[in-house]
């Protein structure tokens, strides 16, 4: 069955260091997202992308935030200067349009740890 | 008032019982409903969608009100396997839209 794959499942930075989170998307699936899960808290939405660009995106997105799709396959989440708030569970998603009900498929995660 | 509201729980149940999980989501223009089940530290599996007619899958039924703006699942003969946590997810724009999850109902299921 094909599914979503995120690396690194762990990724340690220092403050102030850019990361990015690689994601491989269902290779048919024409949506892709961005979620966190803060530890002990409720999934949050980051970003949605389509057709090579941004189509929505929540107040946690700022500046510091980039998504990037620079091949056919991967989509990628970047975040320039972490800050300690950032330490959190992220998500890529992916669906493609499915008699409407538009089920999102998730990653297994890449864990953020800010020190 | 928060998006989508669950009962957090802990529900803990014994092996067989029927549990019941209840959900109330604010925006009446929301299009489409899940269920999602999330284990400790991993990611949130589609369950199953939520159609306003009700919808069966096995041993989860799940239920729409749309007036209400209410959705329930239930978990009929719960196993041990059923343990983990259940999000209540609902996406308000249809194709290009975020979803808005609930913190979740945890479930635990003991022998």
């Known amino acids: 069955e094909p599914e979503v794959t995120q690396t690194p499942s762990h990724q340690v930075t220092q403050m102030g260091q850019e990361v990015i989170l690689r994601c491989v998307p269902i290779s048919n699936h024409l949506y892709f997202y961005w979620y966190r899960q803060i530890l002990g808290q409720k999934v949050e939405f980051l970003v949605s992308f389509y057709n090579n660009e941004i189509s929505e995106k929540s107040e946690i997105f700022d500046d510091q935030f980039s998504v990037e799709r620079p091949d056919g396959s991967n989509f990628t989440l970047k975040i320039r200067s972490t800050k300690l708030e950032d330490s959190a569970m992220y998500f890529c998603?992916?669906?493609?349009?499915?008699?409407?009900?538009?089920?999102?498929?998730f990653g297994p995660g890449t864990r953020l740890t800010v020190l | 008032r928060k998006e989508v509201e669950q009962d957090p729980g802990p529900f803990n149940v014994p092996e067989g019982a029927t549990v019941a999980f209840n959900c109330t989501y604010s925006?009446?223009?929301?299009?489409?409903f899940f269920w999602y089940r999330q284990d400790c530290r991993k990611e949130p599996k589609l369950l199953m969608s939520v159609y306003s007619s009700g919808n069966e899958d096995g041993r989860f039924t799940a239920q729409l009100n749309r007036a209400s703006q209410y959705i329930s699942l239930l978990i009929r003969d719960s196993k041990l396997s059923d343990s983990a946590t259940y999000l209540c997810v609902v996406n308000n724009r249809g194709s290009q839209g975020n979803l808005i999850f609930g913190k979740g109902t945890k479930l635990s299921v003991k022998p």
């Open positions: 925006n009446s223009a929301s299009q489409s």
């Open positions: 998603a992916s669906s493609v349009t499915s008699g409407g009900a538009y089920e999102q498929f």
